[in-house]
Nanobody, 122 residues
């Protein structure tokens, strides 16, 4: 499984960005796609995840109501729409794939893409 994240950039507080994770290789239909982020000097943090089938998204409390995770079946990609961005959302964002729904620890996800930088200015 190969994952390629894109779409990061610099945005002002209150703005929006859309991240995309392109996938290749064999992804099991029962698996889960997720997004994590890591800010400088901080631990990696769960952001959102969704079943590969596109159902049952779940979010961290810090982004719930502002971020939306979705799957584009035609492109075999997973997107993260980020609205009402805050400076504290600044981080490197990683897409990932894991076997079980509902998990939030990085150790529960086995495949990782390279990160994409999101910077939110105040």
């Amino acid at each position: 499984v190969q994952l390629q994240a894109s779409g990061g950039g610099l945005v002002q507080a209150g703005g929006s960005l859309r991240l995309s994770c392109a996938t290749s290789g064999r992804i099991f239909s029962s698996s889960v796609m997720g997004w994590f982020r890591q800010a400088p000097g901080k631990e990696r943090e769960f952001v959102a995840a969704i079943r590969w089938t596109g159902n049952s998204p779940y979010y961290s409390d810090s982004v719930k109501g502002r971020f939306t995770i979705s799957r584009d079946g035609a492109k075999n990609s997973v997107n993260l729409q980020m609205n009402s961005l805050k400076p504290e959302d600044t981080a490197v964002y990683y897409c990932t794939n894991g076997p079980r729904w509902g998990k939030r620890a990085g150790s529960d996800f086995g495949y990782w893409g390279q990160g994409t930088q999101v910077t939110v200015s105040s």
